[in-house]
């Protein structure tokens, strides 16, 4: 990959690909990160066919939710030479209804995904994103696609 590497979670639509395909007309790297692997698969694919390199293209399906695959990202951050350049917070769960029919187990996902995986993800990739005196995004927004 290229030196100057950004890890984008939400990366297979929407915000976190367009922010993929900014950066990547920018000559930089990308790891993308969402649950749905067909996803980020269509999203490389796209990508490559817009004319960038698949080779400055990770994909990596995972749970934001799943606190141990976060903890795993080290080991992939780990074989970035110059570090991680940025890392864009932005995968989220949404789901609307009214307050009285969430179920808690909705309630929990929605608070791991959106509240407690972006402390886990700044927390795990900061000795990286220090090598490369790297940047934080987080994005909000009321949709999640």
């Known amino acids: 990959m290229?030196?100057?590497t950004v890890l984008i979670t939400g990366g297979s639509m929407g915000i976190g690909f367009a922010t993929a395909r900014y950066l990547l007309e920018r000559g930089m790297s990308v790891i993308l990160i969402a649950r749905q692997a067909q996803?980020?698969?269509?999203?490389k694919a796209a990508l490559v066919a817009a004319g960038h390199s698949a080779a400055h293209?990770?994909?990596l399906a995972m749970d934001m939710?799943?606190?141990q695959a976060i903890a795993r990202l080290s080991?992939?951050?780990a074989r970035l030479p110059h570090g991680l350049f940025g890392?864009?917070?932005n995968a989220a769960s949404e789901l609307l209804r009214r307050i009285t029919e969430?179920?808690?187990?909705?309630?929990?996902?929605?608070?791991?995904v959106n509240m407690r995986a972006p402390v886990l993800m700044i927390q795990t990739c900061q000795p990286f994103l220090r090598k490369a005196k790297g940047s934080v995004v987080?994005?909000?927004s009321i949709s999640d696609h």
Do not use: F, K, P, S
């Open 102 to 112: 969430y179920q808690l187990d909705e309630l929990e996902t929605m608070w791991r």
């Open 57 to 59: 293209i990770e994909i």
């Open 87 to 89: 890392l864009v917070n």
């Open 39 to 43: 996803g980020l698969q269509d999203a």
């Open 2 to 4: 290229n030196t100057q």
């Open 75 to 77: 080991d992939t951050l």
């Open 65 to 67: 939710a799943d606190d």
């Open 138 to 140: 987080n994005v909000g």
